[in-house]
């Protein structure tokens, strides 16, 4: 007798209390946080080119109509999938898709955080300031790449085949 009145009270107190999610969880209100917003653009050459670039196109639409959900994140890091998977003939540099690899980094940290129960304001604000930031330093990379190292590339090839010609 006495073991089974133990054992029930093994099992008893071993059960685990209930708890109303609703009450601990707080909402959080992100009208009052301070999120960054892109500082970088496209310009020139590299905007025109991006602009044909379908899924750079929805990652911008999807960060623009961002909701801070776990599926809306995972809907951005698809759009980051398929950016790594057919990169535009100008964009396959390796600096541009080390950049997207950060940017996805960047969000799978952030689903992550979204899916904690207790979250700290300054904590998730820093974490999604990571995602505009590495989402400038692609913009610089794309720039740069376009306008800059494209450019000076294709003035050396004109140079170089002008000092071929026998003319």
């Known amino acids: ?3 089974s009145v ?3 009270l093994l099992v008893l107190a071993c059960k685990p209390a209930v708890v ?3 009450s601990n969880t707080e909402r959080t209100d992100y009208s009052t946080l301070i999120l960054q917003d892109s500082k970088t653009t ?3 050459e590299a905007q025109k080119k991006a602009l044909k670039w379908q899924a750079f ?6 960060l623009e109509n961002y909701d801070h959900s776990i599926a809306t994140t995972n809907s951005l890091i698809s759009h980051v999938d398929k950016m790594l998977e057919n990169p535009k003939e100008s964009f396959q540099d390796q600096s541009i898709t080390s950049r997207i690899k950060v940017l996805k980094t960047r969000l799978h940290i952030y689903k992550s955080y979204l899916g904690y129960r207790i979250k ?3 904590a998730q604000e820093l ?19 376009v306008n800059q190292l494209e450019k000076s590339n294709e003035q050396l090839l004109k140079e170089l085949k002008e000092g071929l010609d026998p003319e």
């Open 6 to 8: 133990f054992l029930l």
């Open 42 to 44: 496209l310009i020139g």
């Open 20 to 22: 109303d999610d609703a």
């Open 57 to 62: 196109q929805d990652l911008l639409t999807g």
């Open 1 to 3: 007798m006495r073991p």
């Open 127 to 145: 974490k999604y300031n990571y995602i505009t930031i590495a989402l400038d330093e692609l913009t610089l990379q794309i720039n740069l790449r």
């Open 120 to 122: 700290t304001k300054e």
